[in-house]
């Protein structure tokens, strides 16, 4: 059974540009929710979606953006890069959503950004 | 704000020995507990996940939780050098959340 698979897995980019990077969930999985990781922020949760649909957003500001297609691949994108937005960031993926009881997430290997 | 606490360390325990983790949570109404393990420069790794209290044990892991106390924790038997890693506590709540990670206690087994 084939895992989360995020790509790119590196990519450097320039201040102001933007980005979109993509994660495909495990086969069955309705749930994809991404995490960007910091030294010293730690994981955070970014966004989570369900059905094509978003399900809630932490706390980041609108230049982070989100869609889930119909085969519930999903895109995240970052407008205006900026440096501070260097990190890794990580698709999980799970059947029914992160909030449920019993919910198994599992982690992609995730995409590092550069921001130069 | 929800919030999870874990020891930063490192936390040394020579090989063979018991290496207990330990996790705190804010938010009462958080119903489940995750512990991932993550290699420098690598993604988490799900380890354990509990859902109720009490132990849960699987293989040479063991997570505790105790949610009057807001309290989970990991203990690893029979350590490994396999083992040294950063460990991670997530604890999400009811509905659509995200997880909520704690920083990470950086775990050291000593040959």
């Known amino acids: 059974k084939a895992g989360v698979t995020q790509t790119p897995r590196y990519l450097i980019k320039t201040r102001g540009q933007q980005v979109t990077l993509s994660c495909s969930p495990i086969s069955g999985h309705r749930s994809v929710s991404w995490y960007q990781q910091t030294p010293g922020q730690g994981l955070q949760f970014l966004f989570e979606?369900?059905?094509?649909?978003?399900?809630n957003k932490g706390n980041f500001p609108g230049r982070f953006s989100g869609r889930q297609f119909s085969n519930s691949r999903s895109e995240m994108n970052v407008s205006t890069l900026e440096l501070g937005d260097s990190a890794l960031y990580l698709c999980?993926?799970?059947?029914?959503?992160?909030?449920?009881?019993?919910?198994?997430?599992?982690f992609g290997e995730g995409s590092w950004l550069t921001v130069v | 704000q929800k919030e999870v606490e874990q020891n930063s360390g490192p936390l040394s325990v020579p090989e063979g020995a018991i290496a207990s983790l330990n996790c705190t949570y804010s938010d009462r109404v958080s119903q489940s507990f995750f512990w991932y393990r993550q290699y420098s420069g690598k993604s988490p790794e799900l380890i354990m996940s509990?859902?109720?209290?009490g132990d849960k044990e699987d293989g040479r892991f063991t997570a505790q939780l105790n949610k009057a106390s807001q309290y989970v924790s990991l203990l690893i038997r029979d350590s490994q050098p396999s083992d040294s890693a950063t460990y991670l506590c997530?604890?999400?709540?009811?509905?659509?959340?995200?997880?909520?990670f704690g920083k990470g206690t950086h775990l050291i087994i000593q040959p």
């Open positions: 997530a604890v999400t709540g009811g509905g659509a959340d995200g997880l909520t």
């Open positions: 999980a993926s799970s059947s029914s959503g992160t909030g449920y009881p019993g919910n198994t997430i599992y």
């Open positions: 509990i859902y109720s209290n």
């Open positions: 979606y369900f059905s094509e649909t978003q399900r």
